[in-house]
């Protein structure tokens, strides 16, 4: 039973920080790109940022320089750091899992096949 469970989210000022982590049971990494993504009312979901099974990362334009993505492999934990946050970066925030055979590009939602229950972030 493959389960992801975000934490971390909660109010900053702009300019400030919070980390975002995603507990993962259930799946190994071998093979599997993890994501998070956000969602504004009325908006399509957005890709974040990603890691794949080698340790590889991508960022969004709007986040480059700001958010880091990383995964404890030990801890089976995946986490988001946020800096400088701003207040367009308030949404709610999704980890996800995507299988091997899943290819695309890796801001493409609809390619991931686990999802968590997402957690909000808002900046003020």
């Known amino acids: 039973h493959v389960q992801l469970v975000e934490s971390g989210g909660g109010s900053a000022q702009a300019g400030g920080s919070l980390r975002l982590s995603c507990a993962i049971s259930g799946i190994g990494y071998d093979g599997y790109c993890m994501g998070w993504f956000r969602q504004v009312p009325g908006k399509e979901r957005e890709g974040v940022a990603a890691?794949?099974?080698?340790?590889?990362?991508s960022y969004a334009d709007s986040v480059k320089g700001r958010f880091t993505i990383s995964k404890d492999n030990a801890k089976n934990t995946l986490y988001l750091q946020m800096n400088s946050l701003k207040p367009e970066d308030t949404a709610m925030y999704y980890c996800a899992a995507r299988r091997p055979a899943n290819g695309g590009p890796w801001s493409l939602w609809t390619r991931y096949d686990y999802w968590g229950q997402g957690t909000q972030v808002t900046v003020s």
């Open positions: 890691i794949d099974s080698d340790g590889s990362t």
